[in-house]
């Protein structure tokens, strides 16, 4: 076959792609980065960390399971402590180790609504039933949104910013209660 003949058939492929990226690119209402454009922010990090992590795995996988137990330790710090609420109580108080004493629990009084008492859930499994709707905000929320409304309406404490090392520590920790396990960073076992 002449290369002429080659390039020709090579090319029809090539074409019909490129149309069909060009297309699918501008029916999208979300702008997708060229390949190998410098990426900003947390994304360079990203990259950094993945070309270091890949020198060394064994370092790699050290370093992710004391960053692991870290995060751990200070969720669940921040589940038993009784000053991220005004009322003395802390997340253990109504579900110790995750679980639930039972009964009910009233919505703090300081908020001015109610009084109305709700039972208190497991939190096993509740990382498996979020993000869910939840009828006190009308919306679909995330388990740390969540984490939040507890915080408010039980602790009578005030809500941590979403973006917050501390609601992302809270919501990690709720989520190792899911299973009874402590959250395993891949392939520790």
Same mark, same amino acid.
């Given at each position: 076959?002449?290369?002429? !003949? @080659?390039?020709? %058939?090579? &090319?029809?492929?090539?074409f019909? +792609?490129?149309?069909?990226?060009?297309?699918?690119g501008? =029916?999208?209402?979300?702008?997708?980065d060229?390949?190998?454009?410098k990426?900003?922010?947390?994304m360079?990090?990203?990259?950094?960390?993945?070309?270091?992590?890949?020198?060394?795995?064994?370092? !790699? @996988?050290?370093? %992710?399971? &004391?960053?692991?137990?870290?995060? +751990?330790?200070?969720?669940?710090?921040?589940?038993?402590? =009784?000053?991220?609420?005004?009322?003395?109580?802390?997340?253990?108080?109504?579900?110790?180790?995750?679980?639930?004493?039972?009964?009910?629990?009233?919505?703090?009084?300081?908020?001015?609504?109610?009084?109305?008492?709700?039972?208190?859930?497991?939190?096993?499994?509740?990382?498996?039933?979020?993000?869910?709707?939840?009828?006190? =905000?009308?919306?679909?929320?995330?388990?740390?949104?969540?984490?939040?409304?507890?915080?408010?309406?039980?602790?009578?404490?005030?809500?941590?910013?979403?973006?917050?090392?501390?609601?992302?520590?809270?919501?990690?920790?709720?989520?190792?209660?899911?299973?009874?396990?402590?959250?395993?960073?891949?392939?520790?076992?």
């Open positions: 076959m002449k290369l002429s !003949t @080659k390039i020709a %058939a090579l &090319a029809v492929p090539v019909a +792609l490129v149309a069909l990226t060009v297309s699918c501008t =029916t999208s209402r979300y702008k997708a060229e390949f190998g454009a990426q900003e922010g947390k360079d990090v990203a990259l950094a960390n993945i070309d270091r992590a890949m020198g060394d795995m064994e370092a !790699t @996988k050290k370093r %992710a399971m &004391a960053k692991q137990a870290e995060v +751990l330790r200070l969720g669940k710090e921040l589940y038993n402590d =009784t000053e991220l609420g005004t009322n003395g109580q802390s997340c253990n108080s109504c579900h110790p180790g995750g679980g639930t004493t039972g009964g009910e629990a009233e919505i703090a009084k300081k908020m001015g609504h109610g009084p109305y008492k709700l039972p208190i859930p497991s939190l096993v499994g509740a990382s498996a039933r979020f993000p869910k709707y939840k009828i006190p =905000t009308d919306e679909v929320i995330t388990l740390a949104q969540m984490d939040n409304n507890c915080i408010r309406m039980f602790l009578a404490g005030k809500r941590l910013p979403l973006n917050s090392p501390e609601s992302f520590y809270l919501a990690t920790y709720v989520s190792s209660l899911s299973n009874g396990d402590d959250i395993q960073v891949a392939g520790s076992k």
